[in-house]
């Protein structure tokens, strides 16, 4: 049975590393005001947030699928690319009092999105992805030791988040005169689930890779500052499915953040690496109540990771993302 993430005898969440399933049992959380007084039940509910991606890379192929779900609008996006050059699709929607929602309550829940044209769908580890003619499809395969935390997140808030990486994947992507069928020999993907009373205006940095090492070894990584780092970090790499956690790290993100190499390294160095941007998603808005400043980008990362004494980790043009994100909502 998962484990509660909510204790209901006292309704505040259960911080930490979670090594096995979970649930979220928002409904179980009190939130109470600054001056810890209780609030309507109806407030938890709304100030919820809740988004998923899926990353995916194979030999010159990149794609990225989301859904955020801030209760009273969602918002998506789809894109697929080769490594070196411009996407086939590149497309975003949004969709105001959506009549789907992802569960509340799943660690990895199914989801439905429809809107101006862009399809997605998530359900039993079959990820689709449909806008006009761009169709992909993905079967992801386990998992190999899912992160889960769940960190304090402000004064009475508090944050989960489930991430994956080196994930094997199968399937295809069909655009006009492209056809790519992608191999659990070569194609890799990652996946992040994150929810939770989240701060109403916060930001982060994220770094994440999938691929597969020079010498055969299977490969994934999630490096992150920002939202979660109460305590704890959500950083961790995966070596043959095996998870290791690391420390904080600090990102140094460059000015021009689309183009210029990014550093990442930890206060002792014993990571270093290097990520070079190929291709970037981006958004701004500012709409009063809601803002966002996003990139995300795809590109490409080098650099050692030195683990506990062992011969130092080698990463050469390794596929990945890195994110810079500011948001209000």
Same mark, same amino acid.
């Given at each position: ?165 080196? +994930? ?126 996003? +990139? ?34």
């Amino acid at each position: 049975m998962p484990t509660p993430i909510i204790c209901k005898k006292t309704g505040r969440p259960v911080y930490g590393h979670h090594g096995g399933p979970v649930t979220i049992n928002r409904k179980d959380f009190r939130l109470l005001s600054a001056m810890g007084k209780a609030v309507p039940g109806w407030l938890p509910r709304l100030k919820y947030r809740q988004f998923m991606f899926f990353g995916i890379s194979d030999q010159d192929f990149f794609a990225g699928v989301a859904l955020a779900d801030l209760n009273f609008a969602q918002q998506a996006f789809f894109y697929v690319r080769p490594a070196t050059s411009q996407p086939w699709v590149n497309a975003s929607a949004m969709s105001l009092l959506p009549a789907n929602s992802m569960d509340p309550e799943s660690e990895f829940p199914d989801f439905f999105f429809q809107k101006s044209g862009l399809t997605l769908r998530f359900q039993k580890n079959l990820l689709e992805a449909k806008y006009k003619d761009a169709h992909l499809q993905i079967l992801l395969g386990e998992s190999p030791s899912p992160l889960r935390l769940c960190t304090r997140t402000g004064w009475r808030g508090w944050t989960f988040t489930r991430k994956a990486a080196s +994930i094997p994947a199968s399937g295809s992507f069909r655009c006009r005169d492209v056809h790519k069928d992608l191999s659990q020999e070569s194609c890799r993907a990652l996946t992040d689930r994150t929810c939770g009373i989240l701060r109403r205006e916060t930001f982060w940095n994220w770094a994440a890779a999938t691929g597969i090492l020079a010498d055969g070894q299977e490969f994934g990584m999630n490096l992150a500052w920002g939202v979660n780092e109460t305590g704890f970090t959500e950083n961790r790499i995966w070596i043959n499915g095996q998870p290791l956690n690391l420390g904080p790290v600090i990102f140094k993100v460059p000015e021009k953040r689309s183009s210029d190499p990014w550093q990442i390294h930890s206060e002792d160095k014993s990571l270093c690496l290097i990520f070079q941007p190929s291709w970037t998603k981006s958004q701004r808005v500012n709409a009063g109540l809601i803002a966002t400043d996003f +990139i995300q980008n795809t590109g490409i990362f080098s650099g050692k990771i030195q683990i506990r004494g062992d011969s130092p980790l080698i990463l050469s043009d390794m596929p990945g993302w890195t994110e810079d994100h500011y948001v209000r909502w």
